[in-house]
Structures are given as C-alpha cells and as structure tokens.
C-alpha cells in the first residue's frame, strides 16, 4: 500500500515521465531497503560509551569504587502560626468569655503555645 502510493504521487509529480519508471521504482525501493548492519555488540559498546562519559557510572569499566551517594537533605519547613489564627485568636480573647477561650486554644493545639506567648510579650 505505501508502495502504491508513492507510485501515484511520482505519476502526479511528473517523475515517472522525467527519470522513466525503472528509475523510480529503484528510488523507491531504496526507502524500503534494510537497514545497514551494525556490529553485533553494538548495543553493549553504546552502553559503555555512555556510561563511561557519565562520573556516576564510569566506576563500573574503570574499576574504580562506585562514588558516595549524597543524599538530599530536605528540610521541613518551620511551622508559623497563620495571620488569620492571629486574627481570630485575638477576636476570641476580645469576648471576653474564658471558657469559649479555652475551647478555642483546644481546637488549636499547634498554635495555642505561640499565640499565649504573644500575650506574655504583650504584658
């Protein structure tokens, strides 16, 4: 099927009366010839190559040790009381009413010691 329709388009193109049919169809077939032939360790020789210009795998063909795995270090990044807790947290504290403070500070146990702290500061 793809032959054919190289075929028509070289007829409409005008190739087939300009280089004659035998011509064209030995262009043709060149598309459809086989590959040349590669070494049969081809594959490996690749991998070497590929691993040799790389630091982390050239150990395993210069028998050198294998480099020191560096691990990375990614470090959690440090809790901060948002503004709108600040807010809301000195809304509950303008009622005035201990209890509900309470029960407030108890819903926000990550919060609770820094936001008491900004009261110490304040005093």
């Not at 329709?5 to 007829?11: C, D, F, H, V, Y």
């Not at 040790?65 to 807790?85: G, H």
């Not at 947290?89 to 407030?104: N, Q, T």
Request: net charge negative; charged share 25%.
């Amino acid at each position: 099927m793809a032959v054919d329709n190289l075929k028509q388009i070289a007829e409409l193109a005008g190739y087939v009366d300009e280089l004659g049919q035998d011509e064209v169809q030995r262009l043709m077939s060149e598309a459809f010839a086989p590959a040349e032939e590669l070494p049969s360790d081809y594959a490996p020789q690749l991998v070497m190559q590929w691993e040799l210009a790389d630091l982390r795998d050239a150990w395993r063909w210069t028998g050198e040790l294998p480099p020191v795995q560096q691990t990375a270090r990614i470090e959690k990044p440090s809790y901060r009381t948002a503004q709108a807790t600040v807010d809301a947290f000195h809304f509950v504290l303008s009622l005035g009413d201990p209890e509900r403070l309470a029960a407030w500070l108890r819903n926000h146990p990550d919060d609770a010691s820094s936001l008491i702290g900004t009261l110490e500061e304040a005093a």
